[in-house]
């Protein structure tokens, strides 16, 4: 039990790593594709990305003997909530990043470590004291590091905060239904439900700001963002959450905002053209207890095994 919560948690780093350096391809991104276009295309994409990895693995499953298990009621409805709450929480952002910074916009975004745990005490996911704690010193951690002094509200980060409640729907959702159903294949549905919803928006409302040269203009950020962010980093997640609790996964998670931070100070000093690129006191601080803060999430655990030996 112990090595898989490891397992799981190590692939929820991996994840934040790819989702940080996904926020600066999608604030590029959004700068000249519509907002619905650019999560249609790679969630899309995300999903086409996914279709041979599935083939692969259940032909490699039927070539062991192993059973393949086959599509079922929990899977395609998993699919279906997972991919709406998705595409809601992901073009809200990216509406919100348009009007507001990044820096921001990722703590915003991150106030799910927060919402995760009020909803689960509705539904019976009370988290430990040391978890709770961790919440409060990442929730501290990320002001210190995304928030400037003087920065004031701005109705991106109402885009945001709305977009953090689904995300944080987004996780409980894969909580409950990942363990009933093939990760990668509930995955893949999910990116093609969120897909067909968004390129349908963008079809109706948005038709002037989606053609051919603005798609090509930000290849690099929709290849990156469908294929690493929704592909491999979306499916992480759906894989990790079987192995540990919602709220240890939110805190895991909002590591993306240190990744990011860290991300954009190494490809400023490559020539990138974007905001930051320096680290200060107050971020550094930030990034140290974010730290302290995922340790903490690992404390649960180790006091579990210790009660069971002495049981």
């Known amino acids: 039990m112990k090595n898989q919560k490891l397992k799981g948690n190590l692939m929820m780093l991996l994840t934040a790593l ?44 039927i070539k062991k003997g192993i059973l393949v298990q086959k ?18 929480a992901s ?9 507001t910074s990044p820096g921001k916009a990722g703590f915003i975004t991150a106030l799910y470590m927060i919402i995760v745990p009020i909803i689960g005490l509705f539904i019976g996911k009370k988290p430990t004291k040391s978890v709770a704690f961790a919440v409060v010193v990442a929730v501290i951690s990320l002001y210190l590091m995304c928030i400037k002094k003087g920065e004031k509200i701005v109705g991106g980060d109402i885009y945001i905060l709305i977009c953090s ?53 930000c290849w690099l950020a929709i290849g990156y963002s469908g294929i690493l962010s929704c592909g491999v980093a979306y499916t992480l997640q759906m894989v990790a ?50 730290f302290v803060a995922t340790l903490l999430v690992q404390l649960p655990e180790k006091k579990t095994a210790k009660n069971q030996m002495e049981m």
């Open 18 to 61: 790819i989702w940080g350096v996904s926020f600066i391809s999608q604030s590029k991104g959004v700068e000249n594709l519509s907002p619905y276009a650019f999560n249609g295309i790679r969630s899309i994409l995300g999903c086409l990305v996914l279709l041979p990895v599935i083939f692969l693995i259940d032909r490699s499953k």
């Open 71 to 88: 599509p079922d009621k929990n899977l395609f409805v998993g699919g279906i909530v997972c991919g709406l709450l998705m595409c809601i």
């Open 91 to 99: 073009t809200l952002q990216s509406i919100g990043m348009i009007q």
């Open 165 to 217: 409640f689904f995300f944080s729907l987004h996780i409980l959702a894969i909580d409950y239904f990942s363990p009933k159903a093939d990760g990668v294949k509930l995955s893949c549905i999910q990116f093609l439900v969120c897909g067909i919803i968004d390129m349908i928006i963008a079809f109706i409302f948005d038709m002037d700001n989606m053609s051919l040269k603005q798609v090509s203009d």
């Open 241 to 290: 959450q079987k192995y540990t609790d919602p709220t240890s996964a939110s805190i895991l998670m909002s590591l993306e905002s240190v990744f990011s931070t860290l991300a954009t100070v190494v490809l400023v000093s490559l020539g990138w053209n974007l905001t930051g690129g320096q680290l200060d006191l107050r971020q550094i601080l930030g990034c140290c207890l974010m």
